[in-house]
């Protein structure tokens, strides 16, 4: 049952909240005056460079004779394009996202019987601790699975025996335990959410032997426990291409955050997720899909292009969509031209709309990627370039493998906790120092005041 505030407690707040602003306002101005980096973003909006990795490398811009210039976007896992990484094990007609884990991990491509010998031991871990399941992820079921799937990655430093060991086999070892078990913590979650709070029936599956982390996955999460191998195949794409996206993306950098101080495996990667969490991060899958059914339901012709531009307006303008004037799935910190992850999930989409009977939600996406710069430039005065990035279509191919909204963002996290382990080790090893960011106050000195003297 819900906590709830008595009526003491809540005029309380409401009391608090209605004088908080006049002791608590900073002036926008001032990150400009003092030339503080908001966001940790430079003025021409590339990000501060805060330290070096070789795990992963986001290209969105060239830069000649001093001058930014856009390019098509691309993305690398330790040199390796992401999208020769994908064409590689797609042409074998094998599935890649163990392999790229290896090579997030260790800096190199496996060979076959490094492969087959990293899978059996991802296998032997998946394994959760006896009782973990009653006394972690059954009690004190949560509405998000995201929030319970940090409480499991926290609790699992009670089953360490050397929890707080930061020797690289130490790190090695709790990195793969946590890439074999975040998918069936996930995956239970979900099970004891959809019995909770969506009144089904409590219905467990446990991993199989020899199968790869997608297909036990959509075994798990599917009363059938069926699939096919196409879908565990996409499955398997979109975990390779949410594995890693460079240090400076928010989770990866909460967990390099609390790696610098010394903390151990379970807290930092319980960040990542509560980072993750967030709409601006990876959260955004599900705010793209809220906004593609607002305008499904609001906008009377897909094709009209008028009608479409029309509501994309209401949105930036803050007068329809969930009020933030965004218009989710276009733009990116780092992309300029393109997001590849992006490219190749719509590449995707378009091939399965029609064998799902969504040809037409498929078009009017695409017409939203098409029509949303040159509304944003309307409505804003921006000259700013904004393409898709990988949130506006993984919505929709999840949908088309008929996977819960519920789970869109848990296998974000179920495909980064390879990339986020990865920095982890990275910066233990190599990092050495606390990252400790500066904020300038702001606050006016004041003398103290006797209690019986305030007003």
């Not at 426990?225 to 950098?253: M, P, W």
């Not at 999840?398 to 179920?414: E, R």
């Not at 910066?427 to 003297?453: D, H, K």
Request: glycine share 8%.
């Amino acid at each position: 049952m819900a906590y709830s505030m008595g009526p003491l407690s809540r005029n309380f707040v409401e009391r608090a909240c209605e004088t908080h602003a006049q002791y608590n306002y900073i002036d926008p101005s001032h990150y400009g005056s003092y030339s503080v980096k908001r966001g940790l973003r430079n003025a021409d909006n590339t990000g501060v460079l805060a330290g070096f990795t070789r795990i992963g490398s986001v290209q969105g811009a060239v830069v000649q004779d001093g001058v930014r210039l856009p390019v098509e976007g691309r993305l690398f896992y330790r040199g390796i394009d992401v999208v020769d990484l994908i064409g590689g094990f797609s042409a074998e007609d094998r599935f890649g996202f163990e392999e790229t884990c290896y090579l997030l991990l260790f800096g190199y491509l496996p060979t076959a019987s490094q492969l087959e010998e990293f899978k059996q031991v991802i296998e032997e871990m998946r394994a959760l601790p006896d009782n973990f399941f009653e006394d972690m992820i059954l009690k004190a079921p949560s509405p998000d699975v995201m929030n319970k799937l940090a409480r499991g990655i926290l609790a699992l430093y009670s089953y360490d025996e050397t929890p707080d060991a930061i020797d690289l086999g130490s790190l090695l070892r709790q990195s793969i335990g946590l890439i074999a078990r975040v998918p069936v913590i996930v995956a239970h979650a979900y099970s004891v959410k959809r019995h909770y709070y969506d009144h089904e029936s409590l219905v467990l599956h446990y991993p199989e032997a020899g199968l790869s982390t997608s297909e036990n996955f959509l075994r798990s999460v599917r009363p059938n426990r069926q699939y096919t191998k196409e879908e565990a195949q996409l499955l398997d794409i979109c975990l390779v291409l949410h594995a890693e996206h460079g240090g400076g993306n928010n989770s990866a950098f909460s967990c390099r955050v609390l790696t610098s101080s010394g903390t151990d495996t379970y807290a930092a990667l319980s960040a990542a997720v509560g980072s993750l969490k967030g709409p601006k991060h990876g959260g955004a899958n599900n705010k793209v899909m809220a906004m593609f059914g607002e305008i499904r339901e609001h906008v009377k012709d897909w094709k009209d292009d008028d009608e479409v531009s029309a509501y994309l307006a209401k949105i930036i303008r803050k007068e329809a969509g969930d009020g933030s004037g965004l218009i989710y799935g276009m733009g990116h910190a780092v992309y300029t031209l393109s997001d590849p992850r992006a490219v190749l999930l719509k590449k995707y989409a378009k091939q399965l709309a029609p064998k799902h009977g969504m040809l037409d939600e498929f078009l009017l996406m695409e017409s939203i990627e098409r029509l949303t710069p040159k509304v944003f430039a309307e409505v804003k005065g921006s000259v700013k370039r904004i393409s898709a990035n990988v949130d506006m279509y993984v919505g929709l191919v999840y949908q088309m493998l008929d996977i819960p909204k519920d789970l869109c963002t848990p296998i974000f996290a179920i495909a980064r906790t390879s990339g986020w382990c990865a920095h982890r080790i990275e910066e233990a090893l190599t990092g050495g120092r606390i990252i400790r960011p500066a904020y300038r106050s702001v606050a006016e000195e004041q003398p103290f005041v006797p209690l019986n003297e305030r007003g």
